[in-house]
T-cell receptor, first 113, second 114 residues
């Protein structure tokens, strides 16, 4: 069964600090991995999408890495801001004409002043 | 910037009643999806829709659920006889092509079944 596991479950950091969020997956066959940011009560917003051949991708202060061999990904947030407080969800897509997305439970990040 | 819209933002209904949740996908997108998120839990796939038919559905999407695109712009999710456990946020999403491409999510409809 395809699964996506994220850690830690929640994280509190001070404004301006960096943090790294982890994702492990057992989705096969693998197509791509995405990180989404979800503010409370809102829909997820895509941050990055990485395919098998990509091992890093940046979007502003967000940098995602992918190790397809170990089936691990990380999302690094640099110089955190109060607006970064949200849930960060790792999502993996399998291949095929009718591929589906498998969602992780998300990591709740709280950035404190 | 084009975005996916959903109405209503919050729907309260009595158990056993029918509800219709509405979505307007981004205009040039061809693939449409419904997801749900029970409070405190992860987002779960319900159904994908392409070329006016269901292309994939999960085990959650049983006979109580149906989807349609009645007029070429709206994309609806109908729950025929709601249960308490249907209470959740329902997200619509759309993408230009299939699942390999970025999906854009709407703001969600919070469904509360009493």
């Amino acid at each position: 069964k395809n699964q996506v596991e994220q850690s830690p479950q929640s994280l509190i950091i001070l404004e301006g600090k960096n943090c790294t969020l982890q994702c492990n997956y057992t989705v096969s066959p693998f197509s791509n991995l995405r990180w989404y940011k979800q503010d409370t009560g809102r829909g997820p917003v895509s941050l990055t999408i990485m395919t098998f051949s990509e091992n890093t991708k940046s979007n502003g202060r967000y940098t995602a890495t992918l190790d397809a061999d170990t089936k691990q990904s990380s999302l690094h947030i640099t110089a955190s801001q109060l607006s970064d407080s949200a849930s960060y969800i790792c999502v993996v897509s399998d291949t095929g004409a009718n591929s589906k997305l498998t969602f992780g439970k998300g990591i709740t990040l709280s950035v404190r002043p | 910037e084009p975005e996916v819209t959903q109405t209503p933002s919050h729907q309260v209904t009595q158990m056993g009643q029918e509800v219709i949740l509405r979505c307007v996908p981004i205009s040039n997108h061809l693939y449409f999806y419904w997801y749900r998120q029970i409070l405190g839990q992860k987002v779960e796939f319900l159904v994908s829709f392409y070329n006016n038919e269901i292309s994939e559905k999960s085990e959650i999407f049983d006979d109580q659920f149906s989807v349609e695109r009645p007029d070429g712009s709206n994309f609806t999710l109908k729950i025929r006889s709601t249960k308490l456990e249907d209470s959740a946020m329902y997200f619509c999403a759309s993408s230009v092509q299939g699942t390999k491409y970025e999906q854009f999510f709407g703001p969600g409809t919070r469904l509360t079944v009493l």
